[in-house]
C-alpha cells in the first residue's frame, strides 16, 4: 500500500502527502524512501508540468517521525550504509528539484522528519503543542546522517546547528522560528496557505559562507570550546555526540556538500556497531513499550498479590504513538470520558507542588491540600516558580503558564472531593500520618475515586488497610524533580483491584510519564536499588573518603550526578526515612548509615536548607561543605581510591537489581534497567544495571562481589541469581 500521495492543485503546485497505512504515525523505511523516490524524478520531468511542491502529512500528531528505527536496529552496516545512501540520494533530488519547494509542519518532524524539511527551501510549521522541529538521533547514539548535520549548519550556522545536533533538541514551531529552523508559523488549518505563499518567495537563495575567514573562526574558537564541552558533559561516554561534532565541523568546512554526506554516512555506519548506541536504541523502544503498556485481571500469585505478569504487560500491535491503547480505554471507562482526570494532591511540599503542577500543565485540573494556609501558599509559590521557568526555557507560553497556573486551586481547608479522579497523597513520609489521610479520605472522595500514594518505599498493602477502600488504594510513585523524570511505579498492592492498577496506568500515561508495573514490596523497585548504592555513598564517606572523589567516581562512571550530590537533592531526613524503612525490611544487608542521622541532626538537609554535603550559592552552585566533613569520626586508614569507590557503589546496585528481579518485583531484566535509567538517571549508555552486568559476565560481577564481601562487609555477598548464573555462564538477556 502507498506511504504517500500526490495532488495537483490547479497552477501546477503539487502536494505531496505522506499518509502511512493503518499506523497513526509517518516514518521513513525503504519502501517509502523508494516511493519518494520514484515520486520526486516523477515530479522532476519537464512534463509533469510542476511548478512547486509542498510536502506534508494526514496524521494528527506527526508529520514524520524520523527512520524505520525497529529496521535500524538490526541492519548490518552494509544494510545501513545503503539505507543512508537510499535516504541522502531522495533528499538531496529534493534540495535539487528546479521549482520550489516548502514543508507544511504539522506533528512531530523529527530525525529523518526533519531532515526531509531541510531539503526543502522553505518550512511552515503549526503552532501545535504536538508539532516539534528537531533532530534527537544523537540521543539514540546515532547522528542526522541525511543531510542533517550537512544542512543545518548550512542553514543556521555552525554553533546553532551544533546546539541542536549535540543536544538532540526537538524545539517546539515557536522556537523553532526563532532559531530560523522553520520561516513561518500558521494555524493548522491555513497551513497549506501558509505553504503556498512561500512558494512565491521561489528557490532559497543559499547563503552559507564558506570564507577562509568563517572558516578561521570555527577552527580557532568554536570547534575547541564545543569540544571542551562535549566532553565535560558526556565524560566520553557517549561517541554520537562527538562524531556529530566532527562531522559538522568538518563537513561544514569547505562547500563541497557531497563530501559532507559522505561523512554523515561513514559516521553513522559506524556507531551502529557500538555497544552503546545499542544500549540507547533498546532503551528507546523500553520507553515506546511503557506508553503501551496495559493492566489486566490475572489470577492472583502466591501471597495473593496480583503480580503483574508478562500476559498482563502486553505492547499493543499498531497502537497509536503515545496515546494509551484503545483496548484499554474499553476497559476503563472513567478515563476514557476525559482527557485528564480532575485531581487532589494532599501535601503541598517538594513532591506534591511538583505533582500539581505537572498535572496542570498536562491540561488537569488540581486541588492542592496541605495542613496549613502558609504551607499550601509555598507550595503554590513553588508551582509558579516552576512555571516561571518554564516560560524562560520556551517550554510555554504565557497562556499555556497562566491556564496551568489556573488550574491549580489551593485548598488550605478539609474539601469535598467528590468529583475528583484521584487523590495523590504526598504527606510526609510518616505511615501514622499518612494513615490518618487515607481514614479522612473516606468520607471526602466519590465512589470510583482512585486513592493513590507517592510513599517512597512504605507498604502500599498496610497503608490500604487503614481505608473502606483497600482496592482502591494504589501507589503512584513520582521521581524528583517531577517536571524532569518521566518515570512513574505504579505499585500494586495486595488489595489493588486490576481496574484500579489499569485506571493508574493510564493516568500516567495520559499525563505523559512513562509507568513501570512493580510488586508492593519495601522501596519498590528504584528506591531499592537505589538506597544500598546511596548508603553505601555515605558509609564512604564516613570512613573518610572525599565528597568530590566520591561523586566524581560515579560521575565518571556515567551517572548524571554524585550520590552525595543526589541525598542533598532528595533531602538528608527523606533519605534517612527511607532508609529506615528499607533496612527494617532488609536488616542482614542494610543499615542505616551513621552520617545521615548527623546530617539530620546539624541541620544539614541538602539543597532545600541551603547545605547539606555541598553549599549551595544564590545561584544553586554547589561547593562541598567542610561542615559536614566535620561531623565526620577519626579516620582509621586510606580511603579507597576512586576505582574501588565505583566497584563498591555500582556491584551493590546489580546485586540489588538481580534480587528484585529473582523475587518477581518486576516481571522482565528490561524493566529493571528501564526503570533505573528514567528513575536514577543510571548511565544511559551502559543500558541499565543489568546489561551492565551482561558486558562484565556473572562470573566477574560474583568475583569482585564476593572480594567485597571478605574485604568490605558481608553485604557485599553476591545474591543467588548472580551466582547460578555465574556457574552456569547465562546472562540477563538472550540478545
Ligand atoms: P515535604 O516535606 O517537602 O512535603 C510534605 C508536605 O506534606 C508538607 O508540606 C507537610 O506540611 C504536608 N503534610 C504533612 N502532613 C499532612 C497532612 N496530614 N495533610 C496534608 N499535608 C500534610 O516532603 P516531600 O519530599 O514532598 O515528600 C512527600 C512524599 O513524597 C513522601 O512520602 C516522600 O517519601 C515521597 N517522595 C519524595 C521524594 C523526594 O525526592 N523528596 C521522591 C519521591 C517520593
Known amino acids: 500500500m502507498p506511504n504517500l500521495r500526490t495532488e495537483t492543485l490547479e497552477d501546477g503546485i503539487c502536494v505531496l502527502t505522506f499518509d502511512r497505512p493503518d499506523s497513526s504515525a509517518n516514518i521513513f523505511d525503504t519502501a517509502t524512501l523508494a516511493e519518494l523516490d520514484a515520486e520526486i524524478d516523477r515530479l522532476a520531468k519537464p512534463e509533469t508540468g510542476a511548478k512547486g511542491l509542498i510536502l506534508t502529512s494526514a496524521k494528527a500528531t506527526i508529520f514524520v517521525a524520523g527512520a524505520d528505527l525497529r529496521g535500524v536496529q538490526t541492519m548490518s552496516p552494509e544494510q545501513m550504509s545503503d539505507f543512508m545512501t537510499l535516504g541522502q540520494t531522495v533528499f538531496s533530488k529534493i534540495a535539487a528539484l528546479p521549482f520550489p519547494t516548502v514543508a507544511a509542519i504539522h506533528g512531530a518532524a523529527v530525525g529523518g522528519g526533519c531532515e526531509v524539511c531541510l531539503a526543502c527551501d522553505w518550512r511552515v510549521a503549526s503552532p501545535d503543542a504536538c508539532t516539534k522541529v528537531g533532530l534527537p538521533e544523537t540521543k539514540l547514539g546515532l547522528i542526522p546522517a541525511w543531510g542533517g548535520c550537512t544542512r543545518l549548519p548550512r542553514l543556521l550556522s555552525v554553533p546553532r546547528a551544533l546546539d541542536i545536533i549535540l543536544g538532540g533538541q526537538t524545539p517546539s514551531a515557536r522556537h523553532a522560528l526563532k532559531l530560523g529552523l522553520v520561516d513561518d508559523i500558521a494555524p493548522?488549518?491555513?497551513?497549506?496557505?501558509?505553504?503556498?505563499?512561500?512558494?512565491?518567495h521561489g528557490k532559497h537563495p543559499n547563503s552559507f559562507a564558506h570564507s577562509s575567514t568563517m572558516n578561521a573562526v570555527v577552527d580557532a574558537f568554536i570547534a575547541p570550546q564545543a569540544r571542551h564541552a562535549v566532553m565535560a558533559k558526556t565524560h566520553g561516554h557517549y561517541p554520537a555526540v562527538q562524531k556529530a561534532l566532527e562531522v559538522v565541523l568538518k563537513g561544514s568546512s569547505s562547500s563541497d556538500e557531497?563530501?559532507?554526506?559522505?561523512?554523515?554516512?561513514?559516521?553513522?555506519?559506524?556507531?551502529?556497531t557500538l555497544d552503546s548506541t545499542k544500549n540507547l536504541l533498546r532503551l528507546f523502544f523500553l520507553q515506546e513499550r511503557a506508553k503501551k503498556i496495559t493492566f489486566a485481571a490475572q489470577p492472583q500469585g502466591r501471597d495473593g498479590t496480583p503480580l503483574p505478569s508478562a500476559g498482563e504487560r502486553s505492547e499493543v500491535a499498531g497502537a497509536a504513538e503515545s496515546a494509551p491503547s484503545p483496548a484499554a480505554a474499553l476497559r476503563s471507562p472513567r478515563t476514557a470520558r476525559s482527557a485528564v482526570p480532575t485531581c487532589a494532591v494532599i501535601g503541598a511540599g517538594v513532591m506534591g507542588s511538583g505533582v500539581a503542577q505537572w498535572i496542570s500543565s498536562r491540561g488537569g485540573r488540581v486541588i492542592l491540600r496541605d495542613v496549613d494556609a502558609a504551607r499550601v501558599a509555598a507550595g503554590m509559590g513553588n508551582i509558579a516558580g516552576l512555571y516561571a521557568s518554564g516560560l524562560r526555557n520556551r517550554t510555554f507560553t504565557e497562556r499555556e503558564a497562566r491556564d496551568g497556573r489556573d488550574r491549580v486551586s489551593p485548598a488550605p481547608a478539609e474539601v469535598p472531593l467528590r468529583n475528583v479522579d484521584i487523590v495523590i497523597e504526598a504527606a510526609v513520609e510518616k505511615m501514622g500520618v499518612k494513615k490518618t489521610i487515607f481514614r479522612g479520605l473516606d468520607e471526602l472522595v466519590g465512589d470510583d475515586t482512585i486513592l493513590a500514594t507517592n510513599t517512597s518505599a512504605l507498604s502500599i498493602t498496610e497503608l490500604a488497610a487503614a481505608t473502606k477502600h483497600p482496592r482502591r488504594v494504589v501507589g503512584l510513585h513520582f521521581f524528583n524533580p517531577v517536571h524532569r523524570m518521566q518515570l512513574v511505579e505504579v505499585v500494586v498492592g495486595r488489595d489493588t483491584a486490576p481496574e484500579i492498577a489499569q485506571r493508574a496506568l493510564q493516568f500516567a500515561q495520559r499525563i505523559g510519564k512513562l509507568p513501570v508495573l512493580v510488586k508492593d514490596s519495601p522501596g519498590f523497585l528504584v528506591?531499592?536499588?537505589?538506597?544500598?548504592y546511596l548508603t553505601e555513598a555515605g558509609a564512604l564517606f564516613w570512613g573518610g573518603a572525599s565528597i568530590k572523589d566520591i561523586d566524581a567516581a560515579m560521575l565518571d562512571f556515567g551517572m548524571p550526578m554524585g550520590p552525595l550530590r543526589l541525598i542533598d537533592e532528595v533531602g538528608a531526613d527523606v533519605a534517612l526515612d527511607v532508609a529506615a524503612t528499607l533496612a527494617a525490611a532488609f536488616p542482614n544487608r542494610l543499615h542505616v548509615p551513621d552520617v545521615l542521622p548527623a546530617m539530620v541532626s546539624a541541620e544539614l538537609l541538602g539543597r532545600k536548607a541551603g547545605k547539606g554535603?555541598?553549599?549551595?550559592?544564590?545561584?544553586g552552585e554547589a561547593k562541598p561543605n567542610k561542615e559536614a566533613a566535620q561531623l565526620r569520626p577519626p579516620r582509621l586508614g586510606r580511603p579507597p581510591g576512586r576505582d574501588e569507590l565505583e566497584k563498591r557503589m555500582v556491584l551493590l546496585m546489580v546485586n540489588e537489581a538481580a534480587r528484585c528481579l529473582e523475587e518477581g518485583i518486576v516481571e522482565t531484566p528490561g524493566d529493571v534497567d528501564f526503570a533505573m535509567v528514567m528513575g536514577t538517571g543510571f548511565a544511559p549508555f551502559l543500558g541499565g544495571p543489568l546489561r551492565y552486568s551482561d558486558s562484565q559476565s556473572a562470573a566477574k560481577i560474583v568475583a569482585e562481589l564476593s572480594r567485597l564481601a571478605d574485604e568490605a562487609g558481608p553485604h557485599y555477598a553476591p545474591c543467588a541469581r548472580l551466582r547460578e548464573m555465574a556457574e552456569a555462564g547465562k546472562c540477563f538477556y538472550e540478545n
Open 188 to 200: 493548522r488549518e491555513h497551513l497549506i496557505h501558509a505553504a503556498l505563499a512561500a512558494l512565491k
Open 258 to 272: 557531497a563530501a559532507s554526506l559522505k561523512l554523515e554516512r561513514e559516521a553513522i555506519t559506524e556507531l551502529l
Open 527 to 532: 528506591n531499592r536499588i537505589l538506597l544500598p
Open 613 to 619: 554535603f555541598y553549599r549551595y550559592g544564590k545561584k
